[in-house]
């Protein structure tokens, strides 16, 4: 599975959007990209996951480059509850799902 | 639905000892694993199970035992607790081995080993 690059931390303001970016520059052709967050020692929290086209869901967008060696989740109206751990995940579809998670990048919401 | 249900919460054990983290799922998913989290880390695979009777090693398997004798159930066992074995442990199922289904994770169990 191709490795991931992801920033240690982020803030952001309550209310606006969060963009978390993710390199993924070695991804072949057949990996996913995936997104999870981990809220205070709680378990892994599944967000959204794509392919290669963009990808929206009720709690975040996917935003996948053309040439796929990059990512960004996008959290339109970030809340303090978002505030949490956030894990970009490449996988591929040909074997089992097992995820490596990395440090992730730390989002801070605040007011 | 109760999701993914995992006892104890909170464990501590002396060096030597045995014991069995207990996780359950109540959403007839056939995908189970185990994770584990050192302090600042990210998840690491333990072991999986792609279904009833079928188990497998993830990434550090060395001092954990797994079986899977129903759809329901997916025990974690240490056979001889290490100091190295404090961690944050985490189970996992999915409706299927296929990394294209989302996997829902247990509240952990938190244990020390000293």
């Known amino acids: 599975d191709a490795k991931t690059t992801q920033p240690p931390s982020m803030d952001c303001a309550e209310g606006r959007a969060a963009n978390l970016p993710c390199n993924h520059s070695?991804?072949?052709?057949?990996?996913?990209v995936y997104w999870y967050r981990q809220i205070h020692s709680q378990g892994p929290q599944y967000i959204i996951h794509g392919l290669k086209n963009n990808e929206t869901n009720e709690m975040a967008s996917l935003i996948i480059t053309e040439d796929r060696k990059s990512s960004t989740l996008i959290l339109p109206h970030a809340t303090l509850r978002d505030t949490a751990v956030y894990y970009c995940i490449v996988l591929n579809t040909g074997t089992a799902s097992k995820l490596t998670f990395g440090t992730g990048t730390r989002l801070q919401v605040t007011l | 639905n109760a999701g993914v249900t995992q006892t104890p919460k909170f464990q501590v054990l002396k060096t030597g000892q045995s014991m069995t983290l207990q996780c359950a799922q109540d959403?007839?998913?056939?995908?189970m694993s185990w994770y584990r989290q050192d302090p600042g880390m990210g998840l690491r695979l333990i072991h999986y199970s792609v279904g009833a009777g079928i188990t497998d090693q993830g990434e550090v398997p060395n001092g954990y035992n797994v079986s899977r004798s129903t759809t329901e159930d997916f025990p974690l066992r240490l056979l001889s607790a290490a100091p190295s074995q404090t961690s944050v442990y985490f189970c996992?199922?999915?409706?299927?081995?296929?990394?294209?289904?989302?996997?829902?994770f247990g509240p952990g169990t938190r244990l020390t080993v000293t």
């Open positions: 959403m007839n998913h056939e995908y």
């Open positions: 070695t991804i072949s052709g057949n990996e996913y």
């Open positions: 996992a199922s999915s409706y299927s081995w296929e990394p294209t289904y989302e996997q829902y």
